[in-house]
């Protein structure tokens, strides 16, 4: 991995959260504060933006964004680190959620009061959602659980780099293997395989199946070994 370098001392706080510098690019862990908060959650519901339109409504979008950035603040040191966001030339462009065996009970996707800019039936349809997406992680494991980086950004290398920076935090714990789920539709599929990826099954549900809770038909499930 890239070693830090920086032409002036870093804060104590900053530094101990950059991970890897690479030209005009650094990756560093998640800050629990609004302005890393909002980003996230703008790059998360960017990234999902039909589905969240599909679980809920285009209306919805504002309280969407305000719901997850609410779901990143206040979590345990250790959630922090396993949200990466990427920088380029000092702006946030990019961000990445990890997630590994054992998370679920360190600490919950959503909490009660992460719920209170959302309306009765759009909390229903995240709910469904949630269920639907749901990883059960094996030991050894790790899950790409998102990545996103904001269009502007887009052609520069930061999803490379994200997943460079996946690769390197599962190896670092140990996981033999790092996966993922993703839309047949989804062109990203296509970044996953150049960086070592496989499909390992192509899934559909019967009746409406995934389409009900995701507005997605098919999804692809692909593995990297790390060994």
């Known amino acids: 991995m890239t070693s830090v370098t920086t032409e002036q001392p870093l804060p104590l706080a900053e530094a101990n959260s950059v991970l890897l510098e690479n030209g005009p690019i650094r990756i560093r862990t998640l800050r629990d ?5 909002e980003f996230a959650a703008n790059i ?7 589905k969240f339109i599909h679980v809920t409504s285009r209306r919805s ?16 040191p250790v959630f922090y680190e396993r949200n990466f966001i990427a920088e380029y030339n000092g702006e946030m462009a990019g961000s990445c959620v ?8 360190l600490f919950p996707d959503v909490r009660d009061e992460d719920f209170a800019p959302v309306k009765c039936t759009d909390k229903c349809g995240l ?28 052609g520069k290398g930061i999803g490379k780099l994200l997943l460079d920076m996946a690769d390197t935090d599962a190896r670092r714990k140990g996981c033999r293997m790092i996966y993922l789920s993703v839309a047949t539709s989804n062109r990203s599929q296509r970044l996953y395989e150049r960086q070592g990826y496989v499909v390992k099954e192509k899934k559909t549900l019967c009746c409406c199946g995934y389409w009900c809770t995701t507005g997605e038909r098919e ?6 070994n790390l060994k």
């Open 219 to 224: 999804f692809a499930f692909m593995e990297k």
């Open 98 to 105: 990890l997630r590994y065996h054992g998370d679920n009970a």
């Open 44 to 50: 998360m519901v960017d990234a999902f933006e039909r």
């Open 33 to 37: 504060t609004d302005q890393d908060s």
């Open 61 to 76: 979008l504002p309280s969407m964004r305000d719901f997850y950035g609410r779901s990143l603040r206040g979590r345990p």
């Open 127 to 154: 709910l469904c959602f949630a269920l639907a997406t749901a990883e059960d992680i094996p030991p050894e494991t790790c899950f790409l659980d998102h990545i996103g980086v904001d269009s502007k950004f887009r």
